[in-house]
């Protein structure tokens, strides 16, 4: 998808709710969008729901905007909750848990 000068990718988190529901005892990603030098994806965590530790092939900023997750990098544990912002390099090793039902926002950058 090309870029424009400005896209209004969701106005607000009812709109993100649509886009991407969240699946009972499933994490659900939804590939929201693709621009020069970036990508967007949206994660819907049913709580509980885990991502087992993976890598992004690029440094990623993890943005929570609905509930609270724990998230796991170099063997360190972040508790996280709405508005929280969290940087990770690129091939540097991750894992998600969900206290509750959750919403991230996850750019990767590059």
Same mark, same amino acid.
């Not at 896209?7 to 590939?31: C, D, R, T, W």
């Not at 170099?74 to 039902?101: C, F, K, S, W």
């Given at each position: 998808?090309?870029? %424009?000068?400005?896209?209004? /990718? %969701? @106005?607000?988190?009812?709109?993100?709710?649509? #886009? @991407?529901?969240?699946?009972?005892?499933?994490?659900?990603?939804?590939? +929201?969008?693709d621009g +020069? *030098? &970036?990508? /967007?994806?949206? $994660?819907? &965590?049913?709580?509980? %729901?885990? $991502?087992?530790?993976?890598?992004? =092939? $690029?440094?990623? /900023?993890?943005?929570?905007?609905?509930?609270?997750?724990? &998230?796991? !990098?170099?063997? #360190? +544990?972040?508790?996280? *909750? +709405?508005?929280?912002? $969290?940087?990770?390099?690129?091939? @540097? =090793?991750?894992?998600?848990?969900?206290?509750?039902?959750?919403?991230? /926002?996850?750019?990767? !950058?590059?």
């Amino acid at each position: 998808m090309p870029d %424009a000068s400005s896209i209004l /990718i %969701a @106005n607000g988190l009812p709109a993100l709710a649509e #886009q @991407n529901p969240i699946l009972e005892g499933k994490v659900s990603p939804h590939f +929201t969008y693709d621009g +020069t *030098g &970036f990508r /967007i994806r949206h $994660l819907a &965590f049913d709580a509980g %729901a885990v $991502l087992a530790e993976h890598k992004a =092939p $690029l440094p990623i /900023i993890v943005q929570v905007v609905e509930g609270s997750v724990e &998230f796991t !990098v170099d063997g #360190q +544990t972040h508790t996280m *909750g +709405t508005g929280a912002i $969290l940087y990770v390099a690129a091939e @540097n =090793p991750h894992a998600v848990a969900a206290l509750e039902r959750a919403r991230l /926002i996850v750019t990767l !950058v590059g």
